[in-house]
């Protein structure tokens, strides 16, 4: 039983994946190094404890209204 279904579209997601990935590390890198070159963290993502992610949260409400 063969339908005669092409199989060169499944072929082509894995390198296009891949691409995709090493975009994102291209640009996760570039981002660690403007922060350490700056000394302003861009597009790095900061840990904060919980105190402080609900005065930031609060803060955010507040501007809205």
Known sequence: ???ALPIWPAKLMAPLAF???CLRLC???WAYARAI???RPIAVPLIADAATQARMEAEQVKEQD
């Open 1 to 3: 039983m063969d339908i």
């Open 19 to 21: 691409g995709v990935l």
């Open 27 to 29: 640009l996760q890198v």
């Open 37 to 39: 070159v700056t000394g």
